[in-house]
């Protein structure tokens, strides 16, 4: 099976977690995308990212499309949180 990486970058509120679930949903991996302003994400899991609507830690998720395997690093735009973006990706 082929795997590909995908690490999602940008600056704050440019739309990461919004594209990351659409990407999710538009694979059929789930049935509705989640909502950054409700706080219904799959990748902002910590009770201080949903409540502020910002990604704090980097996060990974991943779905099947056709043979390939997709693995998606969600990733936050903060700058105060940049060290645990880098760490995330060194991980991954």
């Not at 795997?3 to 990407?23: F, P, Q, W």
């Not at 990748?43 to 997709?70: P, Y």
Request: hydrophobic share 40%; glycine share 8%; with cysteine.
């Amino acid at each position: 099976m082929k795997i590909i990486n995908i690490g999602i970058l940008a600056h704050v509120d440019a739309g990461k977690t919004t594209l990351t679930e659409s990407l999710l949903y538009a694979s059929g991996a789930i049935s509705e995308p989640g909502s950054v302003e409700k706080g219904t994400t799959r990748t902002d899991t910590m009770f201080l990212e949903r409540q502020r609507g910002i990604t704090i830690q980097a996060a990974v998720t991943s779905f099947q499309w056709h043979r390939c395997k997709v693995n998606i690093v969600d990733t936050p735009g903060h700058m105060d949180f940049l060290a645990r973006r880098c760490t995330a990706l060194w991980l991954f």
